[in-house]
């Protein structure tokens, strides 16, 4: 089966700052994208999905950007909070095909 | 309860022993998948059901492993003979519309070969 990354990149931010989680997708053909959140001895869970025929789409303090030409998602929280201390993972997927998971980036949100 | 549920929560087997992980999707969901997701690292697909459509296996490492749904429903993901490389956390989701929708997790099994 598919299995990505081994080491987990880290972003550490001050309480309050806004943050910027990368992701580099391989798949031009992909339309359909979703970033997850996943705190320690838990599932990962939905924050947000934006289908390719977008390149912005807010929710609740969360923003995710598509840049088809460069073939990059980035989800940016805005006011960070402790509480969103975690690993995020992106997702792509084309048609319907199964989903591919991004490496991982680990939050570190300091008081 | 509303979300994917796994059991159990735990399990630590001896090698070569079989195991079996249960899942119960969110209620009129038709699509499962199942996951393993090894220590800081990210999620390897292992298997995926859609309705009575034959399910997408290519994800299994070995034949040691497999997986049933039954009903349409819960399913079942059993590790035949286990080795310490099979340890990990084994993640079950569903969603509804196929492949289209976004996937809901449950907390997983860990499974721990001793």
Sequence with gaps: GESVGLHLPTLSVQEGDNSIINCAYSNSASDYFIWYKQESGKGPQFIIDIRSNMDKRQGQRVTVLLNKTVKHLSLQIAATQPGDSAVYFCAERSGFQKLVFGTGTRLLVSP | ?114
């Design chain 2, 1 to 114: 309860g509303a979300g994917v549920s796994q059991s159990p929560s735990n399990k630590v087997t001896e090698k070569g022993k079989d195991v079996e992980l249960r899942c119960d999707p969110i209620s009129g969901h038709t699509a499962l998948y199942w996951y393993r997701q090894s220590l800081g690292q990210g999620l390897e697909f292992l298997i995926y059901f859609q309705g009575n459509s034959a399910p997408d296996k290519s994800g299994l490492p070995s034949d040691r492993f497999s997986a049933e749904r039954t009903g349409g429903s819960v399913s079942t993901l059993t590790i035949q003979r286990t080795q310490q490389e099979d340890s990990a956390v084994y993640l079950c989701a569903s969603s509804t519309e196929g492949r289209s929708g976004p996937q809901h997790f449950g907390d997983g099994t860990r499974l721990s070969i001793l």
